[in-house]
């Protein structure tokens, strides 16, 4: 494990200076970037080292960088930087989104599989309930409801499951 996190680590300083002194030698070959790509960069660095070095943990982080590099880069074209006031309840879907992804990597998706989706869901509710008071228009809003029995019917069913395995 630490000589494939070794290697990676290698390559990708390479990269990135390859990148940078392409940037020194031609500013204005990445002249279409915002500063968003940095997170999302960032956040697609920890997933491929989760890959490359079987560590599932690195998902978690990733994802989060990752989406709010999203989020930010969204902000940053429309300049609807009052979105903030109801899109940070994203942020706990892509915690959910870690877990399922290290779940992939780490070989136990089942485990981590009802806490992931547990999350996703409490931020789509978030999303929505906040979406709806701040900004978000009417039409999207209207079935977030659903969302909250969505979560009731994962909750139930893990209630069911759990009895049904300490019978």
Do not use: C, H
Not at 4 to 31: N, R, T, W
Not at 64 to 71: D, K
Not at 74 to 82: D, G, P, S
Request: hydrophobic fraction near 60%.
């Amino acid at each position: 494990m630490k000589r494939k996190s070794g290697i990676f680590g290698g390559v990708l300083l390479i990269l990135i200076g390859l990148l940078f002194l392409a940037s020194e030698i031609y500013p204005d070959i990445f002249s279409f970037w915002r500063w968003p790509f940095i997170l999302i960069g960032l956040g697609i660095i920890f997933l491929l080292w989760a890959l490359i070095a079987g560590r599932g943990g690195l998902a978690v982080p990733g994802a989060i960088l990752s989406g709010l590099g999203g989020i930010f880069y969204y902000q940053e074209v429309t300049q609807n930087w009052e979105s903030w006031a109801y899109v940070w309840a994203l942020i706990p879907g892509f915690v959910g989104v870690g877990i399922w992804l290290s779940g992939l990597i780490n070989k136990k998706f089942k485990q981590n599989f009802s806490g992931g989706l547990t999350l996703i869901l409490i931020s789509t509710i978030l999303f929505f309930a906040f979406g709806a008071q701040f900004g978000l228009q009417p039409a999207i809003t209207m079935f977030w409801p659903i969302l909250l029995i969505a979560l009731g019917a994962v909750a139930l069913i893990r209630a069911l499951l759990r009895n049904k395995d300490q019978a």
